[in-house]
């Protein structure tokens, strides 16, 4: 049986906390809501009803609107390093977590952003534009079809209240989904608050929904610790492969559980660019494309400082030294599957750092020329995405010598690297049509984009805009933190 709103299976984990982790406030009610999208396949997985009918009950709740009975709305307190600084108390500042649901995959929370002032909202009105809420739910969708960690986005609601940016937009609520938003920099908070007891809590809290695993160890909280080191390095690994840059890495925005979390002036890599800047307001390029690891386990330095009064600055420091060879190890796991071998080899770095000089000189398409790598041997056109075709041509041989040690048929190695080297990604163009449209009370291209981005390595042809070299003017675009 599905569960229709407001008989919901709720718990309470984030709740049962004691009240130093957040403050209870409820939503600003959101006029004229319209529920613009919603998410059927998670609704599905959550075992929610997803019928029209259960849709529109949902929608005053998407909207915060109405609250559940059995469930409080709470903003979470945290704090964090912005762009390398200590920037103390930051919080929910519009986010609610508005209930915790029992699914058949676990506990999930649901978090409203948009969804008004909160004690948290600082000199912010606590409200998410149309646009950024457009960008926010496609992303987190199209991260997850592509199976990268991610917080999931199961509703869009859009309203016609008006919203302050540079210039006048619109207000929207994006539904979020995950099994918990903790942060590093909910951490960050009571360690710098001197509140040692209340990070013991949040880490006691972490390993017993989060990391189960790790009660069992010598050290707890240590293997707390290396838990995160991994799947930071693994999440990193995943962007890096897909092309994807974060463009906000501040600590406040790393995810405990290794989610890629706060989508704003995220981009895909179109023309590669190593020293790629997707976010306009990151004048130093900080969190720049090739800076993504380093920043990661810059984040999990102060992440790590956080347990020093749980486990010893050696032990901390031995857990760090990790993440760069688990780092290395997964991306070359990534790079095995993006060039359709069976087993890694020392000697693959040189290939692959050699093709990225070559793709780095021409700005070589990303997603395009991994795409069409699979069929290099019938394929005369690769070439022509190279400025030096000759190097390329040299570089494919040696490319075709090493793929022809592992002797794989060619029709099981093209299916291989078919299903990781996706077809469609987010570019930022793509966004951008889709909310042209929808700013313009148009839908259609929001709904067609986001069915595209459900099934990424599908060659469907239905498709085929999406999946070609995007037009000139998208290097014209900027996103900026403003959202
Ligand atoms: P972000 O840059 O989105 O990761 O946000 C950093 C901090 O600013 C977080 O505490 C957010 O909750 C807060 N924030 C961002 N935008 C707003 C807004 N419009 N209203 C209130 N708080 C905001
Ligand atoms: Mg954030």
Redesign the pocket.
């Known amino acids: 049986m599905k569960h229709t709103f407001p008989a919901l299976p709720l718990a309470r984990r984030y709740a049962a906390l004691p009240p130093r982790f957040y403050t209870a406030v409820p939503s600003t009610p959101l006029p004229e809501p319209q529920l613009v999208v919603f998410n059927t396949a998670l609704a599905d997985e959550l075992n929610l009803a997803s019928d029209a009918v259960a849709q529109a009950a949902l929608t005053d709740f998407l909207a915060g609107n109405s609250a559940l009975a059995g469930y409080p709305q709470l903003a979470s307190v ?1 704090s964090g390093h ?1 762009f390398g600084v200590w920037a103390g108390q ?6 609610l977590l508005v209930a915790e649901i029992d699914t058949p995959t676990g506990i999930r929370e649901l978090q409203l952003k948009g969804a008004g ?2 004690p ?9 534009v149309l646009r950024s809420s457009i960008r926010e739910y496609l992303a987190s969708e199209a991260m997850h079809a592509l199976g990268i960690p991610t917080t999931r986005a199961l509703a869009l609601v859009a309203s016609p209240q008006p919203v302050w940016r540079e210039t006048r937009e619109t207000a929207a609520v994006v539904t979020r989904v995950a099994a918990s938003f903790l942060r590093f920099g909910h951490f960050e908070h009571f360690y710098y608050r001197g509140e040692f007891d209340a990070v013991a809590e949040l880490a006691d809290f972490a390993i017993a929904h989060y990391y189960p695993e790790c009660a069992a160890a010598d050290q707890p909280y240590l293997a707390l610790l290396d838990g995160v080191i991994e799947r930071t390095a693994e999440l990193i690994a995943r962007w890096q492969a897909v092309g994807f840059c974060h463009g ?1 890495m ?1 600590s ?2 790393m995810s405990l559980l290794g989610l890629t979390l ?1 989508y ?1 002036p995220y981009g895909f890599i179109d023309g590669f660019d190593a020293h790629h800047i997707c976010n306009h307001s990151d004048e130093t390029g900080r969190y720049a494309y090739d800076q993504q690891p380093a920043i990661a386990l810059w984040n999990l330095h102060c992440y790590a400082q956080t347990l020093l009064k749980l486990i010893t600055k050696e032990e901390a420091l031995d857990a760090l030294r990790r993440f760069q060879p688990l780092f290395e190890d997964a991306f070359a796991e990534q790079l095995r599957g993006k060039l359709g071998l069976l087993a890694w080899q020392e000697d693959d770095w040189t290939l692959f750092t050699d093709l990225l000089a070559l793709m780095q000189a021409a700005h070589t398409d990303w997603t395009i020329f991994w795409r069409q790598l699979a069929r290099q041997h019938e394929d005369a056109t690769l070439r022509d995405l190279f400025l030096d075709r000759d190097a390329f041509d040299a570089w494919l041989l040696r490319y075709r010598a090493r793929l022809a040690n592992e002797d794989r048929p060619h029709g099981e190695r093209i299916a291989a690297m078919n299903a990781v080297n996706p077809r469609i990604v987010l570019r930022n163009h793509l966004a951008e049509t889709a909310i042209r449209a929808a700013e313009a009370g148009d839908y259609t291209a929001l709904h067609r984009l986001a069915s595209a981005l459900s099934r990424p390595f599908d060659d469907a042809p239905e498709y085929d805009d999406y999946a070609a070299l995007p037009p000139d003017w998208a290097s014209q675009l900027s996103v900026s ?1 403003s ?1």
């Open positions: 945290y912005q930051l919080g929910d500042g519009r986010a002032f909160t948290y909202s600082r000199m912010g009105d606590g409200r998410a906000v501040n406040d925005n706060d704003g933190c959202s």
